[in-house]
């Protein structure tokens, strides 16, 4: 069990920036995820963590101990990968006794400590079996077992859920999650899935091109994201595209690109002039069928109703933009082709500067 | 699925190709117990005397158990340096990588009737006597690239996670090329052995520059035999060494399984 940090850490291939400038503490015990799309360095991030590449600047802390030059063997790390990497020449209990043996551990502890594992994912009864004749589910019940059985300082997974089908990685999903609670053990887990990272970790971080975005809980990011990209990112977004041209008590005054006005909650550094995105989520717009007196309303046409289960979704069609919301299954949906308002509160929504945006 | 009707005639198939291959060898094995003093087909008479001429004969004896310890040993060598080498080069990326990769598989493209010459003028220049050693050296040179195919084979195919893993469980460099790489590429190994045994065992061209008299491989007494006198002892010494093989094969069959050994099962 260990703190983990990283302090400015780098990593550049040849004619790439992996990671860049890196600063993150992650306390003992807890369950971090690193999340963001396929390229934003976050698999690089856990290589360097494990030491199966060296950074090209900053160093690595466990334990406030710099392990920055001590190669993966003396790490003392648990490893998940997302092929699970079962040794196919061994069986279960073999591979998750591995570790032990490279330890030196006696027989007398080693059985017993291998069995305690097994038990813990599951799969007691399975030691003799081959991984190929395993299920996926099952073997990676085994990569669990085999990382936990050495009692890591820290535990790093690496899209661990991806290979699985639906059922089961969301079961999987929380009972990594238990078994992280209940062994407490410091864990880093590597997705691209924002769903899976808001229901195990007790904080994202959000990477985008190497660098991190965003550091929180899933509340913290969901309600208050740093930007458009983490807004759009974790949970779905509507990006509103426009320009500031008033700013009144506590408000942002946004003209969108179909000329019709709304407001947005004012925030530093917005001034007139400026392009603007206004994030809007799918579950804080309502429709109406007249503008309401109060609240922000912009004029559109439905395009597309669909039912997801206990929601409905509903496509519509303003100006160039297709905005999509969310509706409780209980109301009645407006038909397809109808013309209506999408009303919300200007609190719900908020307002970013346009990092592609020339102010005008 | 391969539907019965073709299974059928694919049986057929590569039963008559099996046949065609092992003909030949049958019809010396069946010359072998000719009754007369020339090699005739079909045999005139039957009689076992030529395997008694034969056994008669120590230098055959003596050149079959030359060749064996030189394919043991060349097949040893081969298979490890061609590990050392496979490792190499699937392993790491270098400068000059695909240059070597390239040299490594020359010999391939080389008549061994003039890699023999050339051996054979290295060694006279050198003062290096002709022995099993030299043709040995000669057969490691021949059998490296196949060696290196097959263990390229074997570690391509082995996903680098496995020992990262290995690695992250505490494995030090050499643990884990003792406990993963080196099981893991056991067909590879296997098939290198074998078959670099079976090429130096063969070889003519190589060894007829690198032997005397007095060490000489039993391929290469078989041709200067030939040469001088065409008699049915040949044919006897032919059928020993087929019928020594096959036991070979049906012994490694009962005791690994061939398939296994190379992985195809």
Known sequence: ?360 | MISDRIRRWLGIYAGVICLLSVLPVLVIVIESFTASDYVVFPPKGFSTKWYFAAAQRREFLESAGLSLVVAFLSSCVATILGTLVALALVRHRFFGRAILQALFMAPLSLPGIIFGLALLQFLAMHAIPRDIFAVATGHVVITLPFAIRFITVSLAGIAPELELAAQSLGADRWAVFRRITLPLIRPGFAASLVFAFILSFDDVAVALFLTTPTSMTLPVRIYVYIDQNYDPLITAVSAVVVIAAFLALAVMERTLGIGRLFGLR
């Open chain 1, 1 to 360: 069990m260990a703190t983990v940090e990283l302090i400015d850490v780098g990593k550049t291939f040849p004619g790439a920036v992996a990671v860049s400038r890196m600063s993150l503490r992650i306390p003992q015990g807890e369950f971090l995820a690193l999340l963001g799309p396929s390229g934003c360095g976050k698999t690089t991030t856990l290589n360097l963590l494990a030491g199966f590449m060296p950074p090209t600047t900053g160093k690595i802390l466990f334990n406030d101990v710099n392990v920055t030059g001590i190669p993966p063997h003396e790490r003392n790390i648990g490893v998940v990968f997302q092929s699970y990497a079962l040794f196919p020449h061994m069986t279960v209990f073999e591979n998750v006794a591995f570790g032990l043996r490279m330890r030196k551990i006696e027989n007398a502890e080693l059985v017993p400590r291998v069995r305690r594992a097994l038990d813990i994912v599951h799969l007691g009864q399975l030691e003799d079996r081959y991984s190929r004749q395993l299920s996926g589910g099952q073997q990676q019940r085994v990569a669990l077992a085999r990382a936990l059985v050495i009692e890591p300082a820290v535990l790093l997974l690496d899209e661990p859920l991806s290979n699985l089908d639906a059922s089961l990685r969301e079961k999987m999903r929380f009972e990594i999650r238990e078994i992280q609670k209940r062994v407490g053990i410091t864990t880093v887990f590597v997705t691209h899935d924002q769903s899976e990272a808001m229901a195990a970790a007790d904080r994202l971080v959000v990477m985008n091109k190497g660098i991190i975005q965003q550091v929180g809980t899933a509340r913290e990011i969901y309600e208050s994201p740093a930007d458009p990209f983490v807004a759009s990112f974790i949970g779905q977004a509507n990006l509103l595209r426009g320009t500031v041209t008033a700013l009144e008590e506590g408000h942002a005054l946004v003209l969108l690109t179909n000329n019709e006005t709304i407001r947005a909650p004012w925030r530093a550094g917005a001034q007139i002039g400026q392009r603007a995105i206004v994030v809007l989520r799918p579950e804080d717009a309502a429709i109406a069928a007249e503008p309401p007196a109060t609240g922000n309303a912009i004029a559109g046409q439905v395009l597309r109703v669909s039912l997801l289960g206990p929601v409905v979704n509903i496509g519509v069609q303003v100006g160039t933009d297709e905005i999509s919301i969310v509706a409780p299954r209980a109301q009645t949906p407006p038909r397809e082709g109808e013309k209506i308002f999408l009303t919300w509160q200007p609190s719900a929504c908020l307002l970013f500067a346009d990092p592609d945006g020339v102010n005008g």
